[in-house]
């Protein structure tokens, strides 16, 4: 069994928040491959389903941000997870928007849902950083991650969903490049192939020939001031 969690506020009010985007991946996951809907349990919203034969729990914790490790860690207990079968699908500001990383262990980076968690279970489970850009300064990074993706960003958001939502059961098998590759051609999808050489091509037909003219020069000319 895998756990994929979400990290992100609860309540309409931040729905559409850059802070949410992991919410927003595994909404993506749960609609694609037909979970079961959503219910409240460990403090946060579950859904449970297949993916390529893999059992996943998909959590979104509903403690805020910061306390994110406490429903992290009851979901866990209770299906006698460890922290190795744990993914956390996160925003990153380090990352360029639409871009995506997958790392295994580490820091937190000052991220706040992290630092809750590796306080709860320490640090050797996975992460989907899901590059959400940096406002400039770090005195607008509240601001930049509480406030909503614009309408400029929604043709990357959606590919990069589309994609996540397609590579997930390459995730659940332990498949991370493959499931990188998915979102990749969804962000960048492969160029038509180019069209042939004008000098390739069949030329045009050749005009039908004309019959001989077989008037004699008086009819000729008696035909042209008709």
Do not use: C
Request: hydrophobic share 40%; no cysteine.
């Amino acid at each position: 069994m895998k756990l994929f969690a979400g990290l992100g506020n609860p309540g309409t009010k931040y729905a559409g928040n850059r802070h949410n985007i992991g919410f927003m991946a595994l909404d993506a996951i749960a609609e694609a491959h037909g979970f079961a809907p959503w219910r409240a349990k460990f403090q946060g919203l579950v859904s449970e389903g297949q993916m390529g034969g893999h059992r996943v729990v998909l959590l979104k914790p509903q403690t805020f941000m910061n306390l994110s490790g406490q429903s992290v860690t009851e979901t866990m207990r209770f299906f006698k997870l460890d922290p190795a079968d744990l993914t956390v699908f996160h925003d990153e500001l380090d990352l360029a928007p639409g871009k995506i990383r997958l790392k295994q262990g580490g820091g937190h980076a000052g991220h706040n849902g992290l630092r809750s968690i590796h306080g709860h279970i320490g640090e050797a489970y996975a992460r989907v950083r899901l590059g959400i850009g940096h406002p400039g300064h770090k005195d607008r990074v509240a601001g930049y991650v509480l406030s909503d993706f614009t309408k400029a960003d929604q043709t990357w958001l959606e590919d990069m969903m589309r994609g996540i939502a397609e590579g997930a059961p390459m995730l659940a098998a332990g498949e991370g490049p493959k499931f990188l590759n998915a979102v990749a051609q969804r962000m960048a999808p492969a160029k038509p192939p180019k069209v042939a050489p004008a000098a390739t091509q069949a030329p045009a037909a050749a005009k039908p020939a004309t019959a001989p003219d077989t008037r004699n020069p008086l009819e000729r000319l008696i035909d042209r001031f008709r």
